[in-house]
Antibody, heavy 121, light 107 residues
Framework: QVQLQESGPGLVKPSETLSLTCTVS????????WSWIRQSPGKGLEWIGN???????KYSSSLKSRVTISIDTSKNQFSLKLTSVTAADTAVYYC???????????????WGQGTLVTVSS | DIQVTQSPSSLSASVGDRVTITCRAS??????LSWYQQKPGKAPERLIY???SLQSGVPSRFSGSGSGTDFTLTINGLQPEDLATYYC?????????FGQGTKVEMK
């Protein structure tokens, strides 16, 4: 059974960089695609971006200037960095596996429990 | 970007009712759409993929249909444990996008 666990600071100051890591167990990051999604308090889901096991990345149009997703196959982890954060970036951040096969995505089949990141001084 | 418009934003139904939620994509996405259920305080869980394929372990009262731009999630015989918010997601092209969500409440 694939399991994902987000980790990182729960509080980030405005203008600083948000950094989160997702550790994968029960499966390898050297296959499939790996995603980040966020949910602002009381709001809907927002896709941030993903990284294929090859290292190829795709990002949200509204966040692409501030987002970097990377992968570390030796640690079976992938990571999110979001620069120049503001209060609008306060959200629960989820990592998830993208069920990616044969060049197609079949949606997000495994999710982490989510981690709340608050942007405040 | 492909926009996904989900409706209604909320609904109230009784146990045993048939519930229908729709998603419309701003352009054709074949059948590259998934449905998720999110219970309060929990991570979303995939219910349906490829528009109509049931995720393993999901009760058969959940079903999905559609192709192209119009999609439907149906719950046949609503149960108390189905209280949740439901989201659709298109994964035909990047960036992937979610619908706004439908909150299902019990009457």
């Amino acid at each position: 059974q694939v399991q994902l666990q987000e980790s990182g600071p729960g509080l980030v100051k405005p203008s600083e960089t948000l950094s989160l890591t997702c550790t994968v167990s029960g499966g390898s990051v050297s296959s499939y695609s790996w995603s980040w999604i966020r949910q602002s308090p009381g709001k809907g889901l927002e896709w941030i971006g993903n990284i294929l096991y090859t290292g190829s990345t795709k990002y949200s149009s509204s966040l692409k200037s501030r987002v970097t997703i990377s992968i570390d196959t030796s640690k079976n982890q992938f990571s999110l960095k979001l620069t120049s954060v503001t209060a609008a970036d306060t959200a629960v951040y989820y990592c998830a596996r993208d069920h990616f096969k044969g060049g197609y995505s079949y949606g997000l089949d495994y999710w982490g429990q989510g981690t709340l990141v608050t942007v405040s001084s | 970007d492909i926009q996904v418009t989900q409706s209604p934003s909320s609904l109230s139904a009784s146990v045993g009712d048939r519930v229908t939620i729709t998603c419309r994509a701003s352009q054709g996405i074949r059948n590259d759409l998934s449905w998720y259920q999110q219970k309060p305080g929990k991570a979303p869980e995939r219910l349906i993929y490829s528009a109509s394929s049931l995720q393993s372990g999901v009760p058969s009262r959940f079903s999905g249909s559609g192709s192209g731009t119009d999609f439907t999630l149906t719950i046949n015989g609503l149960q108390p444990e189905d209280l949740a918010t439901y989201y659709c997601q298109q994964h035909n092209s990047y960036p992937q996008t979610f619908g706004q969500g439908t909150k299902v409440e019990m009457k």
